[in-house]
């Protein structure tokens, strides 16, 4: 932790003048961007006393070892300089915003003397009933103007209400017949809530009641020759028509069913509900719940069917409910949901059809539903800075780790042997710093040997680029690179000025897996002479805790912020892995004669399969005939002509419905 007062610049070296400034850390690496107008006056304000300064502000100054600055002429350039620094160096410390915007629903105050519809984002007031939740609220628009024709709710803010009623006037949509006017006593409050009732039934999917009446008014009025109200009751019937068609039908049987999904990890579980009514999507529901107890899939729905319906009864209570897998006494459930309703309720498992196809909708839903709130959690700074005090207290570090690194092996039977590097810095995922490794020292499956392997290639890196810097004495070298990584100049440094990624040093490694990965890596970095960089391991199946040398591992409790933190580096290490593993699995069986000739690249390869049109016909092909693909010199002809020469043919693929062999061209031979 530096003192801002080390790197202070003197009041007289400040200039007076609009400009962008920069502190970067230890490593010069770019920690926070800002502007002012007045570069002198702005930056005076950083190097305050700590305890008047904001605790974000304070640990971004003590973090810092020097600061910068460039001076503009306006206060635009300033903008737009802060902005095009803030792109390049994602500093850590800088404001990153995301889309908070929460869905939109269509919402009847029944709460209210005279209830009122209208849009409501946000958390869920007692006493109103919302449907939805629409993708836009210009949707949620279109459908009420519809349905106020038949239902003229007031839509009116409070404020308005209270002036309409002061001068004794409607509003606009009072005079055109879009709102009963309850405000100037058009109707009672009784005669108005009746109308919110009726709405909510319509939109909750008993629309045949009100379609039925209105039809039967229409041809009652045809015949008593009132054609302009027989008229404008077909025009009421077409404008509810049109709203139902808003809601499109998922299932054909007008099934009136609930669909529940969950998506879960060791920690969370999302839920999701989808209402189905006269087998439309008439509302949609979920939350995020914390697994503080050990259930499966089976508790989690018992759970979430006890929420859903512990205090509903009647028709709230559908004919049908859909779930991933029956609680464990699914009969003591249907009963008690029965009982709720007042009728049978059937509670299955869809196995087949619309409905099957529905429960994976709702399912895909519950899953972005618990990526968005590990997101949300995970990018909130006092959430953050909670779970990185936690695991500092739990492994007795000096500070928190503002940088930790980690590290997983993956493998398919021994073959592919890949590992994954990813970095987490202030409890956010770095994406341009994650490295992958193939793992060379040896043939097979060893993860221990590989994790041992994969660390000291990491940390010899970071002590090479400090050797080219002066800073560090490099042991003795050995063997083994990074893929992807570009060899440091001779200053260690880009060519833009940046230190190399693997200049900086992680305040702690974590690695996938328990005592022997743990001891591994810490033996890899003993061996490297580093001392001052902290290790654990996370063990999967009881997510435990363990550290260098000690027989017992830290338990965290399910709820720490420290142990979300630590599951969340690890799993993503662990995709991350996977995912190099399968795409040089994927490559190897896709690799062809072609690829092992010298100075043949892949554009090349592909106008050679363009113009023969396979493998085989090209290994018919003279030298001649090789040459005429644009590109290709006779040296290369030659070369291409003897790989193929001597390789051999690829065993012929068959099709298992015919038997025939499939030839290389797409034919086929008896």
Same mark, same amino acid.
């Given at each position: 932790m530096a003192d801002p007062s080390s790197y202070r610049p003197k009041p007289g070296q400040i200039p007076d003048s609009p400009g962008v400034y920069k502190f970067r850390d230890e490593h010069r690496r770019v920690i926070y961007v800002g &502007?002012?107008? #007045?570069? @002198? $006056? @702005?930056?005076?304000?950083?190097?305050q006393p700590l305890t008047s300064l904001h605790p974000r502000t304070a640990t971004m100054v003590t973090t810092a070892a020097s600061v910068e600055w460039t001076v503009v002429s306006t206060e635009v350039e300033a903008l737009q300089l802060e902005y095009s620094w803030i792109k390049e160096f994602d500093p850590r410390f800088n404001v990153k915003y995301r889309d908070d915007k929460s869905y939109p629903y269509l919402a009847v105050t029944l709460n209210e003397e005279f209830p009122r519809v209208q849009v409501m984002r946000g958390h869920k007031k007692k006493g109103v009933r919302y449907f939805g939740p629409y993708a836009h609220a210009w949707a949620i628009r279109e459908t009420v103007d519809l349905m106020l024709r038949v239902f003229p709710v007031r839509t009116c803010s409070a404020g308005v209400f209270r002036n309409a009623a002061s001068a004794g006037r409607p509003c606009l949509l009072g005079y055109i017949g879009k709102c009963s006017a309850p405000c100037v006593g058009r109707v009672s409050a009784e005669e108005h809530r009746e109308l919110a009732e009726e709405f909510c039934d319509f939109m909750a999917g008993r629309t045949g009641t009100y379609l039925r009446r209105l039809e039967k008014q229409m041809m009652i009025a045809a015949e008593d020759m009132e054609y302009e109200k027989a008229a404008r009751l077909r025009d009421d019937i077409g404008a509810l028509r049109k709203a139902m068609e808003k809601n499109a039908v998922v299932l054909a049987d007008a099934t009136d069913a609930d669909l529940i999904a969950l998506a879960e990890d060791e920690l969370e579980a999302a839920v999701q509900i989808f209402h189905v009514r006269g087998g439309r999507v008439r509302g949609q529901r979920g939350w995020v719940t914390d697994k503080v107890e050990a259930v !499966?899939?089976?508790?989690? =729905? /018992?759970h979430a069917l006890q929420q859903l319906y512990g205090e509903e009864s009647g028709d709230a209570v559908p004919k049908e409910v859909l779930v991933p897998a029956l609680p464990e006494d699914a009969g003591a459930v249907s009963a008690w949901l029965s009982g709720r309703r007042g009728s049978q309720v #059937?509670? %299955? =498992?869809p196995q087949r059809g619309d409905k099957k196809d529905l429960m994976e909708t709702v399912a895909r839903n519950a899953q972005q539903a618990l990526v968005l709130h590990k997101t949300k959690r995970a990018s909130d700074l006092t959430t953050r800075s909670r779970a990185l005090e936690e695991i500092a207290e739990a492994l007795d570090l000096d500070a928190a780790p503002l940088r930790i690194e980690c590290f997983d092996i993956s493998h398919l039977q021994g073959e592919d042997v890949v590992a994954s590097m990813v970095v987490f810095e !202030?409890?956010?995922? @770095? &994406? #341009? /710093?994650? @490295?992958r490794f193939q793992i060379k020292g040896f043939e097979g499956q060893d993860d221990v040997r590989s994790m041992h392997e994969v660390i000291s290639r990491r940390f010899r890196r970071y002590l090479a680029e400090k050797e080219k810097t002066g800073e560090w004495d490099l042991p003795a070298e050995g063997g083994g690179g990074v893929d992807g990584e570009v060899p440091a100049d001779a200053d260690g440094r880009d060519e833009d000025g940046r230190p190399k990624r693997f200049a900086y040093p992680p305040q702690l490694v974590v690695v996938d897996g328990g005592q022997? $990965? =743990?001891?591994?890596? %810490? %033996?890899?970095? !003993? /061996?490297?002479?580093?001392d001052d960089i902290a290790v654990?391991?996370?063990?999967?199946r009881l997510e435990e805790v363990w550290l260098p040398g000690e027989d017992d591992p830290v338990v965290l409790p399910r709820t720490s912020e420290g142990l979300y933190l630590l599951q969340r580096v690890r799993d993503t290490a662990h995709d991350f892995a996977i995912r190099y593993q399968r795409s040089k699995r994927s490559k190897r069986i896709r690799t062809s004669p072609l690829d092992a000739i010298p100075g043949l690249g892949e554009t090349r390869k592909q106008a050679l399969i363009k113009h023969f049109g396979s493998v085989k016909r090209l290994r018919q092909a003279t030298i001649e005939q090789i040459c005429e693909v644009p590109g290709m010199g006779r040296k290369t002809a030659e070369a291409v002509a003897v790989a193929l020469a001597q390789a051999a043919p690829a065993a012929p693929a068959v099709n298992t419905a015919t038997g025939e062999i499939m030839e290389d061209d797409g034919g086929t031979t008896a």
């Open positions: &502007k002012a107008k #007045s570069l @002198r $006056q @702005r930056l005076a304000n950083y190097f !499966d899939t089976a508790g989690l =729905v /018992e #059937s509670l %299955r =498992v !202030d409890g956010l995922p @770095r &994406k #341009s /710093e994650y @490295r022997p $990965q =743990v001891a591994a890596a %810490r %033996r890899a970095l !003993d /061996e490297l002479g580093i654990c391991g996370l063990a999967k």
